[in-house]
């Protein structure tokens, strides 16, 4: 009996130590993996941030991380104490670094689903499906550039009467976002709130969001008056896809891209 309770023991203690050594072998990981490789310290979210959190209660969700220099964000926050009364203007989640640019003034801050628009801008709401909103992961705040399809009737226009054909441009860049819906009109929401919903027992309104989601959103741009011109003529007569394009995207455009300048 004693010979048996003793292997029990013994055995227990053998299971402890591996899984200790195992732990240690795996943080240490990370740092086996930067050995050679310069490295530099970030902040970065290790649980979701609802958006509207103020600066001040940032430092229970990030931690400083050591990441290879090339993958350092050229926006990021290197001291949360500097972004003074700023929130969150959107929801972020674990992974991503901490950026200046997700951060807004308190009073700008509209709600989880819209932010403020610029001073000289206006906005203009488009319907478009899940698949033309980057699978519907486009967020109030966010950047995006604007494609724009045009067919053989809409080409043709008073300005260029000899136009023909159809194509496709990258019209617009880094174009903000200030609000985002789903057809209802009901605001869409982030992964990271329909995870705190949910577990503060909302599933069934969780579900009838993912449910109105599957139709098509309503996307809101801030804009100048000429380029709202543009996007209402595309929206009548054309088609319009988004990119998510943040602030340190690279620009550029081939043109007017049609069937004969695709395949080259």
Request: proline residues 4%; hydrophobic residues 45%.
């Given at each position: 009996m004693k010979a048996r309770l003793l292997g029990g023991i013994a055995a227990l203690v053998v299971a402890i130590i591996g899984t200790v050594l195992l732990f240690n072998?795996?943080?240490g990981a990370d740092r086996r993996a930067l050995a050679n490789t310069e490295t530099e310290d970030v902040l970065v979210v290790k649980q979701e941030v609802p958006a509207g959190t103020p600066a001040s209660q940032l430092g229970q969700y990030v931690v400083?991380?050591?990441?290879?220099?090339?993958?350092?964000?050229?926006?990021?926050?290197?001291d949360i104490g500097a972004l003074g009364s700023k929130v969150t203007s959107v929801a972020l989640v674990p992974g991503e670094q901490l950026l200046n640019s997700r951060m807004v003034d308190a009073s700008a801050f509209l709600g989880p689903?819209?932010?403020?628009?610029?001073?000289?801008?206006?906005?203009?709401?488009?319907?478009?499906?899940?698949?033309?909103?980057?699978?519907?992961?486009?967020?109030?705040g966010n950047t995006v550039g604007v494609f724009i399809s045009l067919?053989?009737?809409?080409?043709?226009?008073?300005?260029?009467?000899?136009?023909?054909?159809?194509?496709?441009?990258?019209?617009?860049?880094?174009?903000?976002?200030?609000?985002?819906?789903?057809?209802?009109?009901?605001?869409?929401?982030?992964?990271?709130q329909t995870t705190q919903a949910s577990s503060q027992g909302a599933l069934k309104a969780d579900s009838d969001n993912k449910q109105t989601s599957s139709d098509s959103y309503l996307i809101?741009?801030?804009?100048?008056?000429?380029?709202?011109?543009?996007?209402?003529y595309a929206?009548?007569?054309?088609?319009?896809?988004?990119?998510?394009?943040?602030?340190?995207?690279?620009?550029?455009?081939?043109?007017?891209?049609?069937?004969?300048?695709?395949?080259?």
């Open positions: 072998y795996v943080q400083a991380k050591a990441v290879p220099r090339t993958a350092v964000a050229t926006d990021r926050v290197d689903a819209r932010v403020a628009v610029p001073a000289g801008l206006q906005e203009i709401t488009v319907r478009l499906g899940i698949e033309r909103v980057v699978g519907g992961q486009i967020q109030a067919g053989d009737g809409a080409a043709a226009t008073a300005d260029a009467p000899a136009a023909s054909g159809n194509g496709t441009q990258l019209t617009f860049h880094k174009v903000l976002v200030t609000a985002v819906q789903f057809s209802s009109g009901a605001p869409a929401q982030t992964q990271a809101t741009f801030a804009t100048n008056a000429v380029d709202a011109e543009k996007l209402v929206t009548e007569f054309g088609k319009i896809y988004l990119s998510k394009e943040p602030a340190d995207a690279t620009e550029g455009t081939s043109g007017v891209v049609n069937q004969t300048k695709v395949f080259r």
